[in-house]
């Protein structure tokens, strides 16, 4: 098996090609990284700047160079010895412009008469396939022919054989499908989706044929070669995780696999999944939490509360799944209810929604994960006490038939029902310290302790010693440095308190959760342009759904939300605020990343990151990378250079390419996980560990509470015998904290000549 010893994640996109790609292979490798790790290459909708909305499964994406320039990538990274994994959608296909996607046009042309019909997940009792893309259904009299084609504006539909004839009315009356209002689509749908994206139809992948189509291509490449790892988004939405899984597996005997699985603290990962591990939410939880300071949750409270922002977690996250079962997702939870025997439809509508609701993670996979599946019933038991008898019914025909398709569709649209509700809903309403609002994280749990966080890390190490880690994705709702700069507030708690209180004051925004969030971001972020915060202030707004949304409108309130960067981005008060805490969040950034390059687990560096990125969530992290300017400092750094810790980022980088050039170079130093524990009275503020007899890493955490105390001072970290060098510098090592981290707030330390 090819497992890379790191991976540097690249976003193509028409603006960034194969071709681009192809030519920072020289860089990656100079910089230490094993594999590029590219999002998906398939082709997609035209014009996506993601990859995700795939549209062909068969071919490598037109508009990123076609097959002659993703051949022409991959000899490139096998000249630089790197590997490529890359993103592979088994959950959807995009269908948001249908001639794009020759599946379903042909589905839409011949409905279940179309060799494809089985390809995509369609409630076929239920009449014609839904498509709601009018303005509302009287706009069905503006539609007209056009080439042969039923047009709506720019959109273009097929004409079933021999049915040409008549109005464009009567003609569409005729088709194996029926253009609806848009906002129809939610409780009427009649094809399983992606999350609420009407535009992403499922994809039936546990179909052996369906499988073979839309995989085909991806696996030519691994059988030549060319892929040498597999990153597989959402398996939860697939109705047979496992099975997907042991056939990619099969497929791909020789291919590093890893799975998008989120896991809530304390959830493993299914052990019947033959992958290497999650792409590294755990991970991400795990190391950000060790550089926040627990003791800070009371203050952050006491604010929230005052300033109106809801505390209480629990009651948060639950309105708002329901906000999902209820409005969002109707359609979904219909469909599955109506597959409840011998219950009350509304009875079963409403039993199945508050399953979902109490699930305590993503979903189950029956009959793994039944200790998951019983706890979602007590919840919604003790919820709703007035659904006993439906909900006995919903449990006792899941458990008597955990392969039936009442089990598999609510177990794979749970998931949807938790990241709608939690990700997109709940982390924009619970904003009462946003750092810990993130994919995989748990904002009810102020911090991670240093004894948890080595016994976390020696689990990977024993369990999932391949998993793939990381700090930032394309995903996550901020970067990285973002991140570690908002950890420091957890060390000025009433600082920033009163900051807010005098800010709020004199610009504050008129809706509790999304103020003291927009103050989090503009202190995390500084100096950020108007326009970049505008917009992620404007997507904030509208995932919490409190006073706008995407599908209804508080004009006013948007206005009012878009004009709120320009007032504050140059605020005096505000910069003096962020040089208070600037040099603090540098040295969480520097620790956090020391910690993932090195901790049990193959790490991924996101594009761009091995300088400061302060950007939040997409499409502000999609942002394009000025390679030019590391390949300069890289240079530097190679010849000798020790940068100063500055707005540069020339340190961050100095850490990344010391750190992966020894993973890449000695990766036999990187096997095993013990933890090391300073000694003295700012022990605490260390975090240390080896990770083989010849290798140890040591870290500063909560830098503000250490200086306070007056530094390191008679802190030492005891090291095994010997002789050891610091990495980072050059110098010698030596016990004494105050010393070792004289120059930087880590070490990556060997021993003698190894």
């Not at 504050?568 to 008060?573: A, G, I, S």
Request: charged share 25%; with cysteine.
């Amino acid at each position: 098996m090819t497992v890379p010893e790191s991976t540097y994640r690249v976003q193509l996109r028409p603006e960034f090609t194969f071709t681009d790609a192809a030519g920072i292979a020289g860089y990656l490798r100079e910089l230490g990284v094993g594999a590029l790790y590219a999002s998906p290459v398939l082709d997609a909708t035209p014009g996506s700047t993601h990859g995700y909305d795939v549209v062909d499964p068969t071919r490598a994406r037109p508009e990123l160079g076609g097959e002659d320039a993703r051949r022409e990538l991959s000899v490139k990274l096998k000249e630089a010895g790197l590997g490529l994994v890359v993103d592979i959608v088994p959950n959807h296909m995009s269908v948001e412009v249908p001639k794009a996607n020759r599946f379903w046009w042909d589905v839409l042309q011949h409905g279940r008469d179309s060799p494809y019909a089985a390809f995509f997940d369609v409630d076929w009792a239920r009449g014609p396939i839904l498509l709601p893309v009018l303005g509302d259904d009287d706009a069905v009299a503006e539609l007209s022919v056009e080439d042969g084609e039923l047009a709506y504006y720019d959109h273009r539909f097929p004409i079933a054989p021999g049915t040409e004839s008549g109005t464009p009315q009567e003609i569409h009356e005729r088709q194996h499908y029926r253009l609806i209002g848009w906002r129809r689509g939610n409780a009427e749908l009649n094809y399983r989706r992606f999350f609420d994206i009407t535009n992403l139809a499922a994809v039936r992948v546990e179909d052996p044929t369906v499988f073979a189509e839309t995989h085909g291509e991806v696996l030519r490449w691994v059988a030549d070669g060319d892929v040498t790892g597999l990153r597989v988004d959402h398996p939860d939405g697939l109705a047979d995780p496992g099975g997907y899984f042991r056939r990619l597996r099969e497929n791909a005997p020789g291919a590093w696999i890893v799975a998008e699985k989120i896991l809530h603290p304390g959830e493993p990962l299914p052990q019947s999944w033959p992958v290497d591990g999650t792409t590294g939410y755990d991970a991400l939880r795990e190391i950000a939490g060790v550089f926040v300071g627990p003791a800070a949750e009371p203050a952050f409270t006491e604010l929230a509360n005052e300033l109106g922002v809801k505390t209480g977690y629990h009651r948060v996250e639950a309105e708002a799944r329901r906000l999902v079962t209820d409005r969002i997702l109707v359609a979904e939870v219909r469909r599955i209810a109506a597959l409840l025997r011998d219950v009350d439809a509304e009875q079963a509508r409403q039993a199945v929604a508050e399953a979902m609701i109490a699930f305590p993670v993503y979903r189950s996979y029956l009959p793994e994960g039944a200790a998951h599946w019983a706890a979602a019933i007590a919840g919604a038991r003790q919820a709703r006490p007035d659904l006993a008898d439906a909900l006995a019914a919903l449990d006792a025909q899941v458990r008597a038939e955990p392969d039936g398709e009442l089990a598999t569709r609510i177990q794979q649209t749970s998931g949807m029902v938790v990241a709608k509700g939690t990700e997109d809903t709940t982390f924009y309403r619970y904003t009462r310290f946003a750092a810990l609002n993130e994919v995989g994280g748990n904002p009810d749990r102020f911090g991670l302790g240093v004894e948890e966080f080595h016994r976390l890390a020696a689990g990977r190490e024993a369990g999932y010693p391949a998993a793939m880690t990381t700090l930032t994705t394309h995903d996550t709702k901020r970067s990285e440095d973002t991140r570690a700069r908002m950890a420091v507030l957890a060390e000025v708690p009433g600082e920033f308190a009163e900051a807010v209180r005098r800010w709020t004051a004199s610009h504050g925004i008129d809706e509790p959760s999304l103020n003291l969030l927009a103050w989090q971001t503009l202190v995390s972020t500084w100096p950020i342009e108007p326009a970049r915060l505008r917009d992620y202030l404007d997507k904030a707004a509208k995932e919490a759904k409190l006073r706008t949304s995407w599908t209804d409108h508080d004009e006013a309130f948007e206005a009012a939300v878009a004009a709120w960067p320009g007032k504050v981005v140059n605020d005096p008060d505000v910069a003096a605020f962020v040089a208070r805490i600037e040099r603090p969040g540098w040295s969480n950034s520097l620790g956090q990343k020391l910690v993932q390059l090195t901790a049990p687990g193959v790490p991924d560096v996101y594009q761009g990151t091995e300088l400061w990125d302060f950007s939040l969530v997409d499409p502000d992290n999609r942002r394009p990378v000025d390679y030019a300017v590391r390949r300069e400092l890289l240079k530097r750094i190679s010849g000798g250079e020790l940068p100063e810790i500055d707005a540069s980022g020339a340190a961050k980088l100095l850490v990344v390419h010391k750190a992966l050039k020894l993973r890449q170079e000695h990766p036999a130093l990187f096997r095993g996980y013990r933890p090391l524990r300073a000694e003295g009275v700012a022990a605490e503020h260390c975090l240390a560990y080896t990770r083989s007899p010849d290798l140890a890493v040591a870290v500063t955490r909560l830098p503000v509470g250490l200086e306070a105390a007056g530094g390191w001072r008679d802190t030492v970290l005891p090291l095994p015998d010997g002789v050891w060098t610091d990495v980072l510098t050059g110098r010698d090592a030596t016990p004494d904290l105050a010393t070792l981290f004289e120059r930087y707030p880590v070490a990556l330390l060997v021993r003698g000549d190894a």
